[in-house]
């Protein structure tokens, strides 16, 4: 069964603004990934944070962590028709079995 | 090698036909995951390996569907008796298991086709 539950399941904008994924989850967690997959084949990890981490920067990405909540969101900032691919979250538990939602498409119009 | 290997890339069979699906993951990486996923759908899991052996085998569909890890590195995925609906994209990743928090790397999958 899916642990993650991504929101929306697909998003389009315009390039340059900036677009916000939501991922949520059922049970306790070590860690929350994100995912991308461009062509329906092999994912390239983006960032991960740990389930004591609430905030997390890697480049144009930003990613936050709310456990009270079980929830995160994954933000890119100035977007790119490049960055057009679907993202998975996906998270670890204590067993280190990697459980992924469902996706979300992004689609971002030049 | 310097990222998870899977062969081959593309299979079509016949259905009721046997096919044989193989990931070689990052060298020293304990864990091993087997996904399934369907034209514009999410990541079916299948099995994770953890060493050797298999502490879940929940996501396997049927007994069609076996996995094996031998040495604790490669991984054989076997289909036995082939229908339709295994038509997808199999894919494997690899984690260091050993390191906590740690990211997994994924092959480019195994595109199945059942015809």
């Known amino acids: 069964s899916q642990q993650g539950e991504e929101d929306p399941q697909a998003l389009s904008i315009q390039e340059g603004e900036n677009a916000t994924m939501n991922c949520s989850y059922k049970?306790?967690?070590?860690?929350l990934q994100w995912y991308r997959q461009n062509s329906g084949r092999g994912l390239v990890h983006l960032i991960l944070?740990?389930?004591?981490?609430r905030e997390k920067h890697s480049g144009r990405l930003r990613v936050t962590l709310d456990t009270s909540k079980k929830s995160s969101s994954l933000l890119i900032t100035a977007s790119r028709a490049a960055d057009t691919a679907s993202y998975f979250c996906?998270?670890?538990?204590?067993?280190?079995?990697?459980?992924f939602g469902k996706g979300i498409t992004l689609s971002v119009r030049p | 090698g310097a990222g998870v290997s899977q062969s081959p890339s593309n299979k079509v069979t016949e259905k009721g036909k046997d096919v044989e699906l193989r990931c070689d993951p990052i060298?020293?990486?304990?864990?091993l995951y087997w996904y399934r996923q369907s034209l514009g759908q999410g990541l079916e899991f299948l099995i994770y390996?953890?060493?050797?052996?298999?502490?879940?085998k929940s996501g396997l569909p049927s007994d069609r569907f076996s996995a094996e890890r031998t040495g604790g590195s490669v991984s054989t995925l076997t289909i036995q008796r082939t229908q339709q609906e295994d038509s997808a994209v199999y894919l494997c990743?690899?984690?260091?298991?050993?390191?906590?928090?740690?990211?997994?790397?994924f092959g480019q999958g195994t595109r199945l086709t059942v015809v």
């Open positions: 990743a690899s984690s260091s298991a050993r390191v906590a928090n740690t990211e997994a790397f």
């Open positions: 049970t306790s967690i070590n860690n």
């Open positions: 944070i740990r389930s004591n981490e």
């Open positions: 996906a998270t670890t538990g204590a067993n280190s079995k990697l459980t």
């Open positions: 060298s020293g990486h304990t864990a």
């Open positions: 390996f953890q060493g050797n052996s298999a502490p879940d």
